[in-house]
């Protein structure tokens, strides 16, 4: 993700989808992460390595076939063999820099996440020489989850068994939607024919989690195609299901064409339908055996389905991460890598790290962090923050809860949780800047 361009909180009361980021991916926002504060992260990398922290390992793979017209991240469609390598060499020298340093040296990886772009995009040469050089780095023989993003129109037989070769535990398909038009008038590169080809061949390999992503709301969705979407989903019996609201970044081809025509509203469902058509879809999906885990999943069994990149990240896990525009976390600091192929690979070449901005998190940003990103996951427990943090939840965010409460967003489920109510659950992003602390409530806004 590069040059983002963060969104005010959604309004109650807002109808018609706008541009802007409203999902809430991390705290205090991006707008926050400044260039004057990478010596922040520097200190981190001296300190001895801390005891008892997980730590999760990314790589950010920015190649795509082509880009989608939602898309915000920082993806290339033209580059060779050659410029492949090239970025998986200069991603290597980054890791063994940060390995190598104090705060990283001699520790195992819990978790590990290939993201993009589309890393099935690497062919299996590539996927296998990535993996290796990585392992020799961060070892994974202890990791207990290896999570990876595909794209299904990559997918052939052999690059799923070098996929599963190299060690992946949790296969994500990027399937999006089913119908071939509403994939083709939203850039995607794949089509539907693909998508069911590729998941019954990754069944017969023995992932331990096959995910697959769904967007409600996409440009040219109607009521029937939602739930035609829905039950083919369901048909394929993954054993985790991701839907997410469409949104309209301001870095997506979707957003240009807006400006271009002057126009505000984005050609996509407005958020009291998306809202509607992924509570039809939680419905649909708890009839055939799923449970709603979080804001943006259901899953076969929750006692052997976990995210566990996702559920260590925002607990406070550490996570390294490398690759062109990536997002860190180490030791309290988060880090962003330069945005650019460019710069990214000339710093490294020069011998300095990639780093673009960097942002020190103190003890009650902290807190903050982990209590707005766990509510997506439904609720929340007053007795867990107490015990980690020493903050009584229930009297700090007395008025929010009351408001929340009144709104019908929450209710008290038991004598220690808290939970988000299904309309509570559907809105969790605009309720979590609630509990934003003051100063971070406006964005700063650039380009």
């Not at 969104?7 to 999902?23: D, I, L, R, S, W």
């Not at 062919?123 to 070892?139: F, N, T």
């Not at 119908?179 to 390999?205: C, Q, V, Y």
């Not at 550490?318 to 880090?335: C, I, P, R």
Request: hydrophobic letters at 40%; one cysteine or more.
């Amino acid at each position: 993700m590069s040059n983002v361009i963060e969104a005010p909180p959604v309004p109650a009361k807002e109808e018609k989808t706008e541009a802007g980021n409203y999902f809430v991916s991390n705290y205090p926002p991006f707008s926050f992460w400044k260039p004057d504060q990478v010596g922040a992260l520097e200190a981190v990398l001296e300190k001895p390595a801390p005891v008892g922290v997980p730590l999760g390992v990314y790589f950010h793979i920015p190649f795509c076939r082509k880009r989608c017209h939602f898309c915000y991240f920082k993806v290339y469609t033209d580059k060779n063999a050659r410029e492949i390598r090239a970025y998986i060499d200069a991603g290597m020298k980054e890791m063994a820099a940060l390995a190598a340093r104090p705060y990283l040296k001699g520790r195992k990886a819990q978790f590990v996440y290939f993201g993009g772009g589309t890393p099935s995009y690497l062919s299996v040469p590539q996927l296998k020489e990535l993996s290796a050089r990585m392992k020799d780095l961060i070892p994974w023989d202890e990791a207990e989850e290896v999570a990876f993003e595909a794209e299904p129109g990559t997918l052939s037989e052999t690059k799923l068994e070098g996929i599963r070769e190299v060690g992946v535990t949790r296969l994500s398909l990027g399937v999006e939607n089913f119908d071939d038009h509403i994939l083709e008038s939203n850039g995607r590169a794949h089509r539907s024919g693909e998508i069911e080809k590729a998941f019954r061949f990754a069944r017969t390999l023995g992932f331990e989690h096959i995910n697959i992503d769904l967007i409600a709301g996409m440009m040219n969705e109607t009521e029937e195609n939602w739930k035609v979407c829905v039950q083919k989903a369901i048909d394929l019996a993954p054993d985790a299901v991701t839907i997410y609201q469409m949104e309209v970044p301001y870095n997506t081809t979707i957003y240009q064409r807006m400006k271009e025509e002057g126009k505000v509203t984005a050609p996509v469902a407005d958020w009291p339908t998306k809202r509607r058509w992924v509570s039809e879809a939680f419905d649909a999906f708890q009839a055939a055996g799923y449970t709603v885990t979080s804001a943006t999943t259901v899953v076969r069994d929750p006692k052997t389905i976990k995210f566990v990149y996702r559920d260590s990240l925002w607990s406070g896990a550490d996570l390294l991460s490398s690759g062109v525009a990536s997002f860190g976390h180490l030791g309290g600091v988060h880090y962003q890598n330069q945005a650019e192929v460019g710069p990214y690979m000339e710093a490294l070449d020069a011998g300095k790290m990639p780093v673009f901005r960097a942002y020190q998190t103190t003890a009650e940003e902290l807190f903050i962090r982990e209590f707005v990103l766990k509510l997506k996951l439904g609720g929340f427990a007053p007795s867990y923050y107490k015990e980690k943090y020493g903050e009584d939840v229930l009297t700090r965010f007395a008025p929010q809860l009351k408001k929340l409460t009144a709104e019908g967003f929450m209710e008290i489920a038991g004598p220690d949780w808290v939970k988000l109510t299904r309309e509570g659950l559907l809105q969790s992003d605009r309720i979590c800047y609630e509990f934003f602390l003051p100063q971070h409530t406006q964005y700063a806004r650039y380009t």
